[in-house]
């Protein structure tokens, strides 16, 4: 199906640096959503944004809805070793119900 | 809240073998579940949109027939591997939401292994 182009697709970081990911799509999203997926396991929701604009943070995580609609972005501050992971950038567009349309993911290494 | 439960976590089995996951919302009801697969180092892909009470939604390229889903309640639905082959070997992965607009929560995923 169509994915999202989510960059860079993967980083690797010396601890305590700042990260920087984004999603660009062609088509316009009601909905952004960022999840974190640990080896083996399923994604976890990290922050959903559902306003142009709207800027949202969870603890070191901030994330904006942009203007456009058509695209989003994650930062992580003051990166640690448990921020390794891939990260998935996901979004909905209007007459999709409950679909998810995902990024293909960046994957974050932190040397410590 | 919103815990999405995925059972088993992990599954070897011989090639010909039929194979049941489950998943379940263990604290919320949800008429709309998802099924996606997801290949080592790639991201997730949607297979299948399961609706309490009626059929599922399978996206295209999907086979209807190999992957039986059934979504008989609120609270759970399953996938059914038929015929398993080496070559369906993947990470399956379900999710559900709370109602329309709210975000999809996963499950922790089934590992298939087939031999």
């Known amino acids: 199906g169509q994915q999202l182009n989510q960059s860079p697709q993967s980083m690797f970081i010396q601890e305590g640096e700042d990260v920087s990911m984004n999603c660009t799509s062609s088509s316009i999203f009601n909905t952004w959503l960022w999840y974190k997926q640990d080896p083996g396991e399923g994604p976890v929701l990290l922050i959903a944004l559902y306003k142009a604009g709207e800027l949202t943070s969870n603890g070191r995580l901030t994330a904006q809805f942009g203007i456009t609609r058509k695209d989003s972005f994650l930062n992580i501050s003051a990166s640690i070793p448990s921020d390794v992971g891939i990260y998935f950038c996901a979004g909905r567009e209007n007459n999709a119900g409950n679909m998810l349309t995902f990024g293909g993911g960046t994957r974050l290494m932190v040397k410590p | 809240g919103a815990v999405v439960s995925q059972h088993p976590s992990w599954v070897i089995c011989k090639s010909g073998t039929s194979v049941k996951i489950e998943c379940r919302s263990l604290d919320f009801q949800a008429t709309t579940m998802f099924w996606y697969r997801q290949f080592p180092k790639q991201s997730l892909m949607l297979m299948a949109t399961?609706?309490?009470?009626?059929?599922?939604?399978?996206e295209q390229g999907v086979e209807k027939d190999k992957f039986l889903i059934n979504h008989a309640s609120l609270t759970l639905s399953t996938l059914t591997v038929t015929s398993a082959h080496p070559e369906d070997s993947s990470f399956y992965i379900c999710?559900?939401?709370?109602?329309?607009?709210?975000?999809?929560?996963f499950g922790d995923g089934t590992r298939l292994s087939i031999l």
């Open positions: 399961s609706n309490e009470g009626s059929k599922a939604t399978y």
């Open positions: 999710s559900a939401s709370l109602q329309g607009g709210q975000p999809q929560h």
